[in-house]
């Protein structure tokens, strides 16, 4: 992907426009938690992710659009983990599903670029289309995957107010120094992301997404949910479901960034095991088409 525009892909905002357009905003978690593989009667292995994550793909595929597989679950069984990894994120981009890997990842320089090539360099044993990122090190330490992403059309969610309360504390800190002085680190980050994706060729979407929790105040975290920005933000929204969230509150929730909001539920799905999951995914994404369009 480094031969200009004759080989340039098409934009991970635009891919995710025509996600949401036919197949709606509903992402299913891929989370084989312990208790799961028993409850769907596979074993706590790698054979077991495996099997797990190819039964939530067949019965996502054709009902919603988007899989997020947690990667921390499959590298619990190490080298064969990584193999049912990449097994279930290829049979998942096969069966035409938007892969977000869910891997946190976040580094500096040369480590984070070698991070975000195996997650999103096209063909790499990994690929998927979307990386979960942090931004600890701050915003510019991502500028490589930000490139890369951008590059190879693909996405990256860097987190920003998570769903979980303990991130508070550090979220809504105010920054001392520099051009984001005054704002939360919640904030610095959506307005760096914001200034990434706006020097890009224009799009509905930015390739660059946010990761904004269902269960907290995007307020208390110095965050204006009033104002819509161009391009908008692809935003991952984790905590439906299990953690709390409901999917009617959506608009109420987000904003001005509610048309990007991909609606990411994991436990709350799984539960309904290998042989009720479809019908419950299909009957969520049909939740979500009526509360939001
Ligand atoms: O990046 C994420 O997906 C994520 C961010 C966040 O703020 N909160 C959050 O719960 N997640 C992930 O979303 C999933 C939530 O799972 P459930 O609570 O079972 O729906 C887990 O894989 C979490 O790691």
């Known amino acids: 992907m480094t031969d200009g525009a ?57 009902r919603a659009g988007i899989v997020k597989p947690q990667v921390a679950f499959f590298e619990r069984y190490g080298s064969a983990g990584y193999a049912a990894l990449e097994d279930v994120v290829r049979a998942a981009r096969a069966a035409g599903l938007l892969v977000i890997a869910d891997a946190k990842r976040g580094d500096i320089g040369t480590s984070v670029a070698a991070y975000a090539e195996s997650w999103l360099t096209p063909g790499s044993p990994l690929e998927a289309d979307a990386l979960t990122v942090a931004a600890f090190q701050g915003v510019a330490s991502l500028d490589e995957p930000m490139r890369l992403a951008e590059e190879a059309g693909k996405g990256l969610f860097v987190l920003a107010a998570t769903s979980n309360p303990e991130a508070a504390a550090v979220q809504q800190a ?25 020097a890009q060729p224009p799009h509905p979407f930015g390739t660059v997404g946010l990761v904004l929790g269902a269960t907290v105040v995007l ?48 436990r709350g799905l799984l ?17 979500v088409r009526a509360s939001h369009g």
Do not use: M
């Open 6 to 62: 004759s080989t340039a892909a098409v934009s991970f905002g635009d891919r995710l426009a025509g996600v949401f357009a036919e197949r709606g905003r509903l992402c299913v978690g891929i989370d084989p938690h312990a208790h799961l593989l028993a409850d769907w009667g596979l074993a706590a292995s790698a054979d077991g992710v495996r099997e797990f994550g190819l039964r939530v793909v067949e019965a996502v595929a054709g």
């Open 219 to 266: 307020g208390d975290y110095g965050i204006d949910t009033a104002v819509a920005v161009e391009p908008a933000f692809p935003v991952l929204a984790p905590g439906f479901g299990h953690q709390g969230a409901k999917v009617e509150d959506v608009r109420r929730l987000f904003g001005a960034f509610a048309p990007g909001v991909i609606v990411s539920e994991s």
């Open 271 to 287: 539960s309904a095991g290998p042989d009720r999951l479809a019908a419950a995914v299909a009957r969520r994404a049909e939740e």
């Open 174 to 198: 105010v920054v001392a120094d520099g051009p984001r002085a005054g704002r939360t680190v919640a904030r610095a980050i959506i307005e760096d992301v914001h200034a990434f994706n706006q």
